[in-house]
């Protein structure tokens, strides 16, 4: 079973950067799609950004309004996904957690999006954007 651990949280003013990591352990890492996702004070959890593996095509997906401004990647030495966040904006706030895709290989470029394809969900970080 994959445990993983979300850090690079923390608050930034509007305008600025951060990049989240999730590090992975206990299972073998190259082979999972990851993903992304957030959940603002009284809002559902949504989806951020996912990254596939070779044997998905390496395609990685964003949500709209993320698109241009994150940037999710991956080391397989490192078994680490980070999301890179630029141009942060207020709306940014929210818990991210990162999450392994559990579907198969070939369903992820149409099921990225979907948390109930994900389990092993990590604690989340905070990332706090002031306006």
């Known amino acids: 079973q994959m445990q993983l651990v979300e850090s690079g949280g923390g608050l930034v003013q509007a305008g600025g950067s951060l990049r989240l990591s999730c590090a992975a352990s206990?299972?073998?890492?190259?082979?999972?799609?990851m993903g992304w996702f957030r959940r603002a004070p009284g809002k559902e959890r949504e989806f951020v950004a996912a990254t596939g593996t070779a044997w998905t095509g390496g395609g990685r997906y964003y949500t709209d309004s993320v698109k241009g401004r994150f940037t999710i990647s991956r080391d397989n030495a490192k078994k680490t996904i980070y999301l890179q966040m630029n141009s942060l904006k207020p709306e940014d706030t929210a818990v991210y957690y990162c999450?392994?895709?559990?579907?198969?290989?070939?369903?992820?470029?149409?099921?990225?999006?979907?948390?109930?394809?994900?389990?092993?969900w990590g604690q989340g970080t905070q990332v706090t954007v002031s306006s």
């Open positions: 206990g299972v073998t890492f190259e082979t999972n799609s």
């Open positions: 999450a392994r895709f559990i579907g198969t290989a070939g369903s992820f470029n149409s099921r990225y999006y979907d948390p109930l394809e994900y389990t092993q």
